[in-house]
């Protein structure tokens, strides 16, 4: 035999194929379904109508509501006005300021690169960046354009992370309120 007409379905014709036609049901019904007790055993009967609220648990056919989210009120009173400890200029964003290492005050993260500028001699290529923690460094660039291939030279540990300052904690409570 050939395979055209075998009777499985994959050949010329379809005397094989055996499959009821498909047929579409509506999506939306102006009524809901409600299965029927006295097919479902004589059990509780589920609405299956769309839900507008809630959630439908699959496992039991319960329906119970979410709780609704309510966001946290911010704090009352503002943030702290401060003045920089070095150049006595006020801080206009005092999440950027970094804490002296002596005292904790606040300072300005300019003022901080510029001090370590004049302490450090720098040479071509070189430069002061934070590098994260509360830690400054003297990076030095090879090709100072391509700012991918560099070196650490010198790490300064400028905050301590076991002592947070005053200010800082007020800092915090502003910003992460949930």
């Keep these: 035999m050939s395979g055209s007409g075998n009777g499985n379905g994959r ?3 379809n005397r094989g194929n055996r499959r009821k036609p498909f047929r579409r049901r509506e999506r939306e019904s102006t009524q809901p379904r409600i299965r029927d007790a006295s097919k479902n055993g004589g059990k509780k009967t589920i609405d299956f109508s769309p839900i507008s609220e809630g959630k439908l648990e699959r496992r039991r056919g319960i329906l119970f509501d979410r709780p609704k989210w309510v966001p946290p009120l911010p704090p009352s009173d503002p943030l702290p006005a401060a003045s920089c400890a070095w150049c006595d200029k006020p801080i206009k964003d005092i999440s950027l300021a970094i804490s002296e290492p002596d005292t904790g005050n606040p300072v300005h993260f300019e003022c901080v690169i510029n001090r370590i500028i004049e302490r450090e001699n720098l040479e071509s290529g070189d430069t002061v960046s934070y590098i994260g ?3 400054f460094g003297v990076v030095h660039f090879n090709n100072p354009p391509d700012t ?3 070196t650490i030279k010198k790490i300064f540990e400028w905050e301590n992370k076991e002592n947070r300052s005053d200010w800082r904690v007020t800092i915090s409570e502003h910003f992460s309120v949930t």
Excluded: C
Aim: glycine share 44%; charged share 45%.
């Design 11 to 13: 050949g010329g014709d």
């Design 133 to 135: 923690g509360g830690r």
């Design 148 to 150: 991918r291939d560099f």
